[in-house]
């Protein structure tokens, strides 16, 4: 009976852990999800960044960009 009730109990134990661990993982995934929605958003601001610079290959002196009173 000792070993029946204290079976019982652990199973019952890894159950709960089970449940939680399952809970975990979908929080986990939840995160995952948004994650992915944010680099694909940032991706997207990135590429349309870069499509407005020019392309000329040569390197801006930004002392040009001074005003005059410099």
Do not use: C, F, W
């Not at 809970?23 to 939840?30: H, P, W």
């Not at 994650?35 to 930004?62: D, M, Y």
Request: proline residues 4%; without cysteine.
């Amino acid at each position: 009976m000792e070993t029946n009730d204290r079976n019982d109990q652990r199973l019952s134990d890894l159950e709960i852990k089970a449940s939680y661990l399952e809970d975990t993982l979908d929080q986990l995934d939840g995160v995952i999800i948004r994650q992915q929605a944010q680099i694909e958003l940032l991706i997207r601001e990135v590429t349309h960044l870069k499509q407005q610079t020019p392309e000329s290959g040569v390197a801006r002196n930004l002392r040009d960009d001074l005003p005059p009173h410099y």
